[in-house]
């Protein structure tokens, strides 16, 4: 590929007294033709929806695009099964998997590019449209011939993107080091296999009953979370696994939070993995949402104890909540305020709540 550029200077009248000059440049992409190789011809992208806000768009390409009318969407953020189903519900779908010498190569390679494609329009909101036509998908490669861009006013996300600048890392007391951040949908192993180390005096203390597994459903509720709403901190760190010679990520406590439609008040949770308890690691995911909840204008954090869970309480306290003995519902109320109200009704539902 090369860029030629060349410059027309042409008099500029209004300033013709000064004898200066006005320069256009023009510029010309020269690229060799892609052909060969049976190349399959698709389209990718990102449009806006007036209700929905922006959307990642997949189908097949080049002149057919108008003929067959092959245009899937799907709502950021994406991950691989998602950009996958997304996949599988257009035309072009077919064709790789009769075509292609290796459908799940290639599917692959489109599904990390409609993923790139979803954390560009989170990372940049001003996108209004962007269409790369023809994406040409052979037995080599996926290259991008063409592409349109098109800028405008920030989107508003029917579903709030994944919060990635929320992620740190941290060094317990200890020395160990452990990453703090938000869930994702993809934790739902993770999830399993920490439920699966938790005794059963724990699990009560978390969802006041025993619950020996999770289900389905229950996995689809505490991974896939709307940021927007709710949130959860994970604490996980790496292990290394000396028979295979790799390493893994386990999860070592969560913390979690949702909120009223107002944002006025929020009411928490947190468990810690039965063999970690007392090791900090509960103290950093609870101060972590108590600054997050804070930047959010959040006024009261709320949340209730059992009353044999001591050490709960006894963190409640190191925080500064204030904790009431409920009567009718056996249960310590504990809650925190995080913020003043700034206006007569937000004053009011705190007080109606209290």
Known sequence: MRRITSKVSERDDERGRSGSERTRIHEFCLQPMRRGKHSLQLSAGITRDEEFGPVVVFGLGGYKVNVLVDRQVALPPLNMTLARELISRSHASRLIEE?????????????????????????????????????????????????????????????????????????????????????????????????????????????????ASLTQRDLALLAQINYDRQMAFIAEREVSEQEEGGSRREMLGVVRVWNDPDNIRTEFSVIIRDDLQGEGIGRLLMEKMLRYCRSLGTLEMVGKIMMDNHPMRALMKHLGFTCRYNMEEQVIDASIRLNEPTSDWQRLRLESKA
């Open 99 to 211: 075509h292609s010498p290796d459908p799940e190569r290639d599917i692959a390679r489109l599904c990390t590019l409609l993923i790139k494609l979803s954390q560009l329009a989170s990372d940049l909101p001003d996108i209004r449209g962007l269409e790369i036509n023809p994406l040409l998908l052979n037995r080599d490669e996926a290259v991008a011939v063409d592409f349109t861009l098109d800028l405008g006013k920030p989107a508003r996300f029917a579903i709030m993107p994944y919060p990635e600048e929320l992620r740190e890392w941290v060094r317990l007391e200890d020395g160990t080091e452990v990453e703090v951040r938000p869930i994702r949908a993809e934790d739902a192993p993770l999830i399993t296999a920490f439920h699966a180390r938790l005794s059963e005096e724990s699990i009560r203390f978390r969802y006041f009953h025993h619950k």
